[in-house]
């Protein structure tokens, strides 16, 4: 019988199972070592396709939410269909060592994004003069992202146990990892910066997704 995956998080954590996830299906789980995974068993993979895209990834992200607010997750993307628990149990087996390593680094630990919109001015609509030009007002537009990143990540420091930021089309998505207690302060922190950069939004709580390989602290 085919499965939707949800998730995996540490089977000692204290978290109750939701009764039901995507198109109403049951929530079952199976355990691994140290680790547990949620999932829905499915009548066949064309179950899944019977449920409008739209409602099934929110009641997906949904059933996440239910699971990440009591203990930490590692989410499989949406959606990860398996053929079987044997399968799943096989993925628990290769890939436990790894999961094991980073829900005991991150627990009790979230992610909170920030996103900072690039503001174009008339000037960056006009065509460049020359390639010089060109490469000057690129590097202009990507210090002005780094200079706000830069604000938020100043001051939200005090509650911010790991950053991490990246350049992306649209601007520039940073990634603050803190202990769930650190939430409120960091949330007051990032507001006030945000109420004075247009284009900037922080959203949040997630899954530690960005931080689930050890790394250093991204300037």
Same mark, same amino acid.
């Given at each position: 019988?085919?499965?939707?995956?949800?998730?995996?998080?540490?089977?000692?954590?204290?978290?109750?199972?939701?009764?039901?996830?995507?198109?109403?299906?049951?929530?079952?789980?199976?355990?691994?070592?140290?680790?547990?995974?949620?999932?829905?068993?499915?009548?066949?993979?064309?179950?899944?396709?019977?449920?409008?895209?739209?409602?099934?990834?929110?009641?997906?992200?949904?059933?996440?939410?239910?699971?990440?607010?009591? *203990?930490?997750?590692?989410? +499989? =993307?949406?959606? #990860?269909?398996?053929?079987?628990? %044997?399968?799943? !149990?096989?993925?628990? &087996? @290769?890939?436990?060592?790894?999961?094991?390593?980073?829900?005991?680094?991150?627990?009790?630990?979230?992610?909170?994004?920030?996103?900072?919109?690039?503001?174009?001015?008339?000037?960056?609509?006009?065509?460049?003069?020359?390639?010089?030009?060109?490469?000057?007002?690129?590097?202009?537009?990507?210090?002005?992202?780094? *200079?706000?990143?830069?604000? +938020? =990540?100043?001051? #939200?420091?005090?509650?911010?146990? %790991?950053?991490? !930021?990246?350049?992306? &089309? @649209?601007?520039?998505?940073?990634?603050?990892?803190?202990?769930?207690?650190?939430?409120?302060?960091?949330?007051?922190?990032?507001?006030?910066?945000?109420?004075?950069?247009?284009?900037?939004?922080?959203?949040?709580?997630?899954?530690?997704?960005?931080?689930?390989?050890?790394?250093?602290?991204?300037?």
């Amino acid at each position: 019988m085919p499965l939707l995956a949800y998730c995996v998080m540490e089977a000692a954590a204290a978290a109750e199972t939701p009764a039901t996830g995507v198109g109403g299906m049951k929530v079952g789980q199976l355990q691994h070592g140290g680790l547990r995974c949620f999932f829905s068993p499915l009548e066949s993979r064309e179950h899944l396709a019977r449920v409008p895209v739209v409602e099934s990834a929110l009641a997906f992200h949904h059933t996440l939410q239910n699971l990440f607010q009591q *203990a930490t997750v590692i989410p +499989f =993307r949406f959606p #990860t269909v398996v053929e079987s628990e %044997e399968e799943l !149990q096989l993925d628990l &087996q @290769e890939n436990g060592p790894r999961y094991e390593e980073a829900l005991a680094r991150l627990r009790h630990m979230v992610q909170m994004e920030v996103r900072i919109t690039e503001m174009k001015g008339a000037a960056a609509s006009q065509q460049p003069a020359s390639g010089r030009e060109y490469l000057r007002g690129r590097q202009a537009r990507a210090d002005a992202l780094a *200079a706000v990143a830069q604000q +938020f =990540r100043q001051a #939200t420091r005090e509650w911010v146990a %790991e950053w991490r !930021q990246r350049r992306v &089309q @649209e601007g520039m998505r940073c990634y603050a990892l803190m202990h769930r207690e650190a939430l409120a302060g960091f949330q007051q922190a990032a507001q006030g910066v945000t109420a004075s950069v247009p284009g900037s939004r922080v959203s949040g709580p997630w899954p530690p997704i960005e931080f689930l390989e050890p790394g250093e602290d991204e300037s």
